[in-house]
T-cell receptor, first 114, second 113 residues
Framework: DAGVIQSPRHEVTEMGQEVTLRCKPI?????LFWYRQTMMRGLELLIY????????DSGMPEDRFSAKMPNASFSTLKIQPSEPRDSAVYFC????????????FGPGTRLTVT | AQSVTQLDSHVSVSEGTPVLLRCNYS??????LFWYVQHPNKGLQLLLK??????LVKGINGFEAEFKKSETSFHLTKPSAHMSDAAEYFC???????????FGKGTSLLVTP
């Protein structure tokens, strides 16, 4: 299996622009998670999906952030408009249902907003 | 609510000496606990997990951790450090559902020759 795939790996954009991050989970995984990693706040869970349905979005920082999962093999995290404080590494992870399974993380997208 | 506290932000050891990375947790239920490792500019990889089975958990690359309920601790150890162990280590607790993860702030492990 190719693992969790994220694109792009690096994104540099100007403040006010729309940014879309993409994730392809591991085939057969029922759960998909979006995390943000910054020096100040560490790793934070933003939102997660089960069978393409958002379960918990309490970690989404504000309305500028939105996430979708239109099918089992694709999810997006969108920031509109972007701000410099959104600069971070964004990770996507997936796992199977059931109690004993681990989350598999993608390589991350490093976002820089200037 | 559940949380973890990693007691050291940085740990430095010499190659071949033991590693101890400390983690305390807080949870109102019986938690699942994990240790993840992140090498520079890489994603996160699971080292080991505790899910209410054996309290001494063995993971990859010679790491192990012991769940101690009385001390609310889940410290990570390795008998002999290798240069390739230099990385950021995260102690993690799951929420009650077992799906959402709450990460500690991380411990940066430096291994010197």
């Amino acid at each position: 299996d190719a693992g969790v795939i994220q694109s792009p790996r690096h994104e540099v954009t100007e403040m006010g622009q729309e940014v879309t991050l993409r994730c392809k989970p591991i085939s057969g995984h029922d759960y998909l998670f979006w995390y943000r990693q910054t020096m100040m706040r560490g790793l934070e869970l933003l939102i997660y999906f089960n069978n393409n349905v958002p379960i918990d979005d309490s970690g989404m920082p504000e309305d500028r952030f939105s996430a979708k999962m239109p099918n089992a093999s694709f999810s997006t995290l969108k920031i509109q408009p972007s701000e410099p404080r959104d600069s971070a590494v964004y990770f996507c992870a997936s796992r199977r249902a059931g109690g004993a399974y681990e989350q598999y993380f993608g390589p991350g997208t490093r976002l820089t907003v200037t | 609510a559940q949380s973890v506290t990693q007691l050291d932000s940085h740990v430095s050891v010499s190659e071949g000496t033991p590693v101890l990375l400390r983690c305390n947790y807080s949870s109102s239920y019986s938690p699942s606990l994990f240790w993840y490792v992140q090498h520079p500019n890489k994603g996160l990889q699971l080292l080991l997990k505790y899910t209410s089975a054996a309290t001494l958990v063995k993971g990859i690359n010679g790491f192990e951790a012991e769940f101690k309920k009385s001390e609310t601790s889940f410290h990570l150890t390795k008998p002999s450090a290798h240069m390739s162990d230099a990385a950021e280590y995260f102690c993690v607790v799951s929420d009650r559902s077992g799906y959402a993860l709450n990460f500690g702030k991380g411990t940066s492990l430096l291994v010197t020759p």
